[in-house]
Nanobody
């Protein structure tokens, strides 16, 4: 079993920044990929950003140029740097990791952006 623990959420004004962290209980060296998802009230959970084993990254269109996903293998931690935050970024953000055929989720961290 792999534990993923998110941190770094909170309340921020529009235009501000937050950095989310996801600490894994398993090494990131052999991951397939890690990703951040978000779920806003009344909406489906959506993929925000993804980083693959070769460090290639993908972003949903609404966050391109504002969010950056990265990882620190030495700390087994994945980050999501969020800049120029907008009220529509308000959601619970979840970390997801895939090792071989297994997928693991964190408990989520709330991000609230006030206008």
């Amino acid at each position: 079993q792999v534990q993923l623990v998110e941190s770094g959420g909170g309340l921020v004004q529009a235009g501000g920044s937050l950095r989310l962290s996801c600490a894994a209980s398993r090494s990131l060296f052999n991951i397939n990929y890690m990703a951040w998802y978000r779920e806003a009230p009344g909406k489906q959970r959506e993929l925000v950003a993804k980083i693959s084993s070769d460090d290639s990254t993908n972003y949903t269109d609404s966050v391109k140029g504002r969010f950056t996903i990265s990882r620190d293998n030495a700390k087994d931690t994945v980050y999501l740097q969020m800049n120029s935050l907008k009220p529509e970024d308000t959601a619970v953000y979840y970390c997801m990791g895939r090792w071989a055929i297994r997928t693991y989720w964190g408990q989520g961290t709330q991000v609230t952006v006030s206008s």
